[in-house]
């Protein structure tokens, strides 16, 4: 199962950088929003992260001539019918997943694998709204995708070997580290990373110590590159919260029950560096 020309469908920053990891590496790559304009803004970042790599010596000016010239934009989901592999990173919403799962499944080639990059949510509902169940999996990518070595392979019941072995293949000639984990939710790294992440929280909220001591604390004493704030931070609190409830309701560990404050600071738009301002403040003064 060769897989040649990549969909991307999803105008976010994960999707922007699944997008400049393959292209680099040689696939070809369909940007799929859901207005030109915005498939057009994703193309235009694309080009800006590349110009970085080029300035910094990182990347020949040629490399990065011929990676752009392997993207393409479009706003229709009918421009992925020939892709090998399309990969979803929309809202993290399964009713909303299941949907575009149901939609890709009827214009996508027969041999095409489709899979989710989503951090939490259950692979097997989606494959199951496909009639290639077989064909579907997780390739979870991590931000910011093309700096992060991991990818998580999230292998759903239905899943085939031929697919996995595909997948693995993809992630490999992205240049990544791939980990095969059963379709369980949180994974291997959110499952371990949010309750750590949500009790950080819960220590802000009970005045044990400010979140710049917290965060100092983090780094200096365990030897992380960002503390639990900054991180919930660049995540977004509201995909943190989202990861958080999907864990809840599998597990129903206390340690995934959200802190009242996460949940309040999503409810007044707080979300981190997305929106300017979180735990942190990121407007520009």
Same mark, same amino acid.
């Not at 057009?40 to 010596?57: I, T």
């Not at 704030?229 to 809840?248: E, H, K, T």
């Given at each position: =199962? /060769?897989?040649?020309?990549?969909?991307?469908?999803?105008?976010? $920053?994960?999707? /922007?950088?699944?997008?400049?990891?393959?292209?680099?590496?040689?696939?070809?790559?369909?940007?799929? *929003?859901?207005?030109? *304009?915005?498939?057009?803004?994703?193309?235009?970042?694309? %080009?800006? *992260?590349?110009?970085?790599?080029? @300035?910094?010596?990182? =990347? %020949? %000016?040629?490399?990065?001539?011929?990676?752009?010239?392997?993207?393409? $934009?479009? /706003?229709?989901?009918?421009?992925?019918?020939?892709?090998?592999?399309?990969?979803? *990173?929309?809202?993290?919403?399964?009713?909303?997943?299941?949907?575009?799962?149901? @939609?890709?499944?009827?214009?996508?080639?027969?041999?095409?694998?489709?899979? &989710?990059?989503?951090? &939490?949510?259950?692979?097997?509902?989606?494959?199951?709204?496909?009639?290639?169940?077989?064909?579907?999996?997780?390739?979870? #990518? #991590?931000?910011?995708?093309?700096? =992060?070595?991991?990818?998580?392979?999230?292998?759903?019941? &239905?899943?085939?070997?031929?697919?996995?072995?595909?997948?693995? +293949?993809?992630?490999?000639?992205?240049?990544?580290?791939?980990?095969?984990?059963?379709?369980?939710?949180?994974?291997?790294?959110? !499952?371990?990373?949010?309750?750590?992440?949500?009790?950080?929280?819960?220590?802000? %909220?009970?005045?044990?110590?400010?979140?710049?001591?917290?965060? &100092?604390?983090?780094? +200096?004493?365990?030897?992380?590159? =960002?503390?639990? #704030?900054?991180?919930?931070?660049?995540?977004?609190?509201?995909?943190?919260?989202?990861?958080?409830?999907?864990?809840?309701?599998? #597990?129903?560990?206390?340690?995934?029950?959200?802190?009242?404050?996460?949940?309040?600071?999503?409810?007044?738009?707080?979300?981190?560096?997305? $929106?300017? !301002?979180?735990?942190?403040?990121?407007?520009?003064?």
């Amino acid at each position: =199962m /060769s897989i040649k020309r990549v969909g991307i469908v999803g105008s976010g $920053t994960m999707g /922007s950088g699944i997008a400049e990891c393959a292209a680099v590496n040689g696939y070809e790559v369909v940007l799929r *929003s859901r207005q030109q *304009s915005t498939a057009d803004a994703m193309l235009a970042g694309l %080009e800006k *992260s590349l110009g970085r790599a080029v @300035e910094k010596g990182r =990347m %020949e %000016e040629k490399d990065r001539d011929a990676a752009l010239g392997r993207v393409s $934009t479009t /706003s229709d989901l009918g421009e992925l019918a020939e892709c090998d592999l399309v990969l979803e *990173s929309i809202v993290e919403d399964l009713a909303t997943k299941k949907h575009l799962f149901n @939609e890709l499944d009827r214009i996508c080639k027969d041999g095409a694998i489709l899979a &989710t990059n989503t951090s &939490t949510l259950p692979v097997i509902e989606m494959a199951m709204e496909t009639g290639r169940p077989d064909r579907v999996c997780g390739i979870h #990518f #991590f931000n910011p995708a093309p700096a =992060m070595a991991l990818v998580e392979l999230v292998r759903p019941l &239905t899943a085939s070997e031929e697919t996995m072995a595909a997948a693995r +293949g993809f992630a490999e000639g992205c240049g990544k580290q791939p980990v095969e984990v059963k379709d369980q939710a949180g994974f291997i790294v959110n !499952a371990l990373l949010f309750p750590y992440l949500n009790n950080a929280v819960r220590l802000l %909220e009970g005045g044990v110590a400010s979140k710049e001591d917290i965060d &100092t604390a983090m780094k +200096g004493g365990c030897g992380f590159p =960002m503390g639990p #704030f900054a991180l919930l931070d660049l995540v977004g609190l509201d995909v943190s919260l989202a990861i958080l409830d999907a864990l809840y309701n599998e #597990f129903r560990d206390p340690n995934y029950a959200a802190v009242p404050l996460l949940r309040r600071m999503v409810a007044a738009e707080q979300l981190g560096r997305k $929106t300017g !301002a979180g735990f942190y403040d990121y407007k520009k003064k």
